[in-house]
């Protein structure tokens, strides 16, 4: 199922486990068309018969971007490397080698999704490295003359994070960095998965986007967000920040943090369709989201602790080492 959002932009849902308006990817038109996104390795079959459907066949997609190296968002680049031999695929230089040999990422996810892994989203075949181009903060994919793709480093919801933003229709394909809003759920909630969750960074991604002026938001999970950008960019900075601080709140106390959370926040959700609670559990799960906030507190403080120990060095040198990181 696809449908036009912007002038030549086509929203594809790749449908994870059978689920509509859950993961989408997002085909920009040109004399080189582009595609956002391959979702799950699960959902190639669907994206590639949904392209075939919009006239895209094997040798006329010219270039792939994925967002950032998560499952659901990349899992199917290595098929659909294959199934599309003329497309460059780009990435975050942080998330290249992952593509190339997708061993540690596949390990570590297994651990993470159990059962589902296989269920729900698939592995990831590697990619040829010839194949992969690394793009760098305000890099631009050219997709006809008068219009490029230029990507935004966006750490925060993982540190291999890039956004998108389109150069004729003024959208800005935003992957995890904003968060997830189902549009049967009808919600904003933060994505704060580990390891890399970083608050700081994540609040200066959506600062970064602010000041590009984006004409609308595109979440993987799911679609053109309704409503003026701006507005929605505050919505998930204000969001993230109680999330942030409930976390934070509950660690310094000692108590489970995705109780905490639960207690707090799963007021959003009461009255909606348990079975939307239940995909929105399943794809940015109240867990998960606690143990990136546990990563980045624990990281934090003993962040803090190291520093403290080391602020008797001379100062030229803290600031040599900051300049550095």
Known sequence: MSK????????IDTLLGGWERITAGYLLGGTSPVLIETGSQSSV????????????????????????IHLDHAG???????????ATIYVHEKGARHLQDPTKLVDSASRVYGQLLDSLYGRLDPTPP?????????????????????????????KHHLALHDSLSGLLFCGDAVGVRLPDAGILRPSTPPPDFDLDLALHSLSKFANRSPVGLCLAHYGLVPGAPLDILQEAGETLSLWADEARRAFQAGQDIAQALQTKFSVSTEGLDPEIVTKLETLNGIHSNAAGFRRWLETSSSHAHSSHAHSSHAHSSHSHSEAQN
């Open 130 to 158: 010839e194949r992969i181009k690394i793009l760098g903060d305000l890099e631009a994919i050219e997709i006809a003359p008068n219009r490029k793709l230029v990507a935004v480093d966006s750490p925060g919801h993982a």
């Open 45 to 68: 079959a669907t994206l590639i018969s949904e392209l075939d459907l919009l006239g895209i066949g094997p040798k006329d997609l010219a270039g792939v971007v994925v967002t950032h």
């Open 76 to 86: 199917g680049v290595g098929d659909v490397a294959r199934a599309f031999p003329n």
């Open 4 to 11: 036009t959002i912007g002038d030549g932009v086509i929203e």
